[in-house]
């Protein structure tokens, strides 16, 4: 049974730093390219960045500088390091993977 369990996120003010991470069991992590999502009260659930499994990297122009994305083979788990936050990064972000999502993690920035 494929699984993504979040962790981390929480609240931060304008120009913080968080972490959200996604534990991953039930797959071939290492074989698959891994995403992160986020997704606004009311609005369609939007790309973040993603990490192929060769470790190339790919982010949303509104991350871009900001947010980094990693992940460990070893251990079947991802991470997206946010820096620089903004309050327009509130939102539940949400992990992909194997076809399967996350739970959601709240991440908010008060300005």
């Known amino acids: 049974q494929v699984q993504l369990v979040q962790r981390g996120g929480g609240s931060v003010q304008s120009g913080g730093s968080l972490s959200v991470s996604c534990e991953a069991s039930?797959?071939?992590?290492?074989?698959?390219?891994m995403s992160w999502y986020r997704q606004v009260q009311g609005k369609e659930r939007e790309f973040v960045a993603l990490?192929?499994?060769?470790?190339?990297?790919r982010y949303a122009d509104f991350v871009k500088g900001r947010f980094t994305i990693s992940r460990d083979n070893a251990r079947g788990t991802l991470t997206l390091d946010m820096n620089s936050l903004k309050p327009e990064d509130t939102a539940v972000y949400y992990c992909?993977?194997?076809?399967?999502w996350g739970q959601g993690t709240q991440v908010t920035v008060s300005s």
């Open positions: 992909r993977g194997s076809d399967a």
């Open positions: 039930g797959f071939n992590f290492g074989r698959f390219t």
């Open positions: 990490i192929t499994n060769a470790g190339s990297t």
